[in-house]
């Protein structure tokens, strides 16, 4: 079915349109890691198909999804939340600003009166902004990972609440794609042309008058409406005469220009032309400029297959390094850990990315902020483990005893990497 275009991208449900995905959990535990990212993906998106969604939409134009509330809607933050999860959020996560025509006033918030600043400010009109919610809400925490997984980029999710008939922020634009999600209330949102075709993070724009008169889509999400908007299209957002709260879920995609600084690097560190210095008469534009020939040498000497693939393994690390394991039950994990055996099954934590890597006869396997490491025997099983979301076991493979087996998945499992999963809920494997 293709959307309506009359007012934008917009998609709105077939009459009688009855949830497929009536779940009242985020968390499925009947099906395989792959597929329950996949499915996070698909209930954000539903009813559009994400196969839809990332050919059609996907960097490349705003869509309005307009549907009942979905079921598993009960299952994040409420209004009757927010005062606990504003009083665990460290004032540094904190922001209060308000709209004043094209710019954003904000105002500090001091830790020390905290939340009687929360409450001064809201009743005074002002929108408030609780950064990082993933690490408040185990259930935002979890639907972060699980998108983490479903689109292999990073997930960061804000929430913010506005008092009515208010705005928080001027019109402007993100260097990273955004979904937004409404949890209560109605919210009138604005998105314009692109100012800049997916900029980068922090790539300096101005917005002028002329950029804001004409609109690619103009609605009111109501709870459960979705609202997705490529990095770069000029977007704002008021309240109507009601409070409005929404999760701001942002995707911090790995880009090209990334892999290629990973590229230069290696080729700068194998090569000595990319490391000889540029002439001061050239540095001051008083001289002649760098022969184009020994640029073009320099630039086609990146292609290098050998320091493609370093760079790819240091943008592998990279992302495992960055990447955060959602909170789910890990403490329950590491004492069920003590009764593994061969027969287990062991899964590693929603949220994760891993990397292996050899060095000077030892082998280490990364996630997150730890690392461990072993001795060249346990490769194979731990790059089985970096590819296999789920396993038994048993089944990892080398030349390792049962024993040995056994030992390695405990210490993950203790070390944060994996989890083991419920026998009893199990039907399938990934």
Known sequence: MVPNRLRGPWRRPRDGWVEKLAIASLIVPMQSPRRQADEALQQLLDPIESSVFKTDYWEKAPLHVARPAPQWLEELPGKEDLDHLFQVTPAANLRIVRSAG???????????????????????????????????????????????????????????????????????????DVFILQLYGRKVWRV????????????????????????????????????????????????TDEASMHL????????????????????????????????????????????????????????????????????????????????????????????????????????????????????????????????EAVEPALRFIAATPRFRVGDLPGNLADASKVTLCRRLVREGLLSVHREEEETDVA
């Open 192 to 239: 314009y042309g692109s100012k800049i075709d997916l900029p980068l993070e922090k790539q300096p724009y101005e917005i002028e008058e002329q950029d804001l008169e004409a609109r690619t889509v103009e609605g009111t999400l109501e709870p459960g409406h979705l609202l997705y908007i490529p990095r770069g299209f000029i977007h704002d957002g008021y309240s």
């Open 102 to 176: 094209l710019r954003t006033r904000e105002v500090p918030v001091s830790a020390a009166r905290k939340m009687l600043a929360n409450y001064q400010a809201y009743s005074d009109g002002w929108t408030l902004v609780l950064n990082a919610v993933h690490r408040r809400s185990p259930a935002v925490g979890m639907l972060a990972a699980r998108l983490s997984e479903a689109l292999s980029h990073d997930i960061g999710v804000n929430l913010y609440f506005t008092p009515p008939a208010a705005q928080g922020f001027r019109p402007h634009i993100d260097g990273h």
């Open 248 to 375: 701001t879920i942002g995707v911090h995609a790995v880009r090209w220009v990334e892999l290629l600084h990973k590229i230069l690097d290696v080729a700068a560190e194998r090569d000595v032309r990319f490391r000889r210095s540029l002439t001061l008469e050239t540095l001051r534009s008083q001289g002649p400029s760098p022969p184009a020939e020994g640029v073009g040498q320099l630039v086609s000497s990146l292609a290098r297959a050998g320091s493609v693939r370093e760079a790819l393994r240091r943008l592998e690390r990279q992302t495992a390094s960055h990447s955060a394991a959602a909170d789910a039950g890990q403490f329950d994990a590491i004492d069920r850990a003590r009764s593994l055996e061969c027969r287990s099954r062991v899964e590693r934590r929603p949220g994760l990315r891993c990397a292996v890597e050899r060095r000077d006869g030892r082998v280490a396997i990364a996630f997150g902020e730890n690392r461990v490491e072993g001795p």
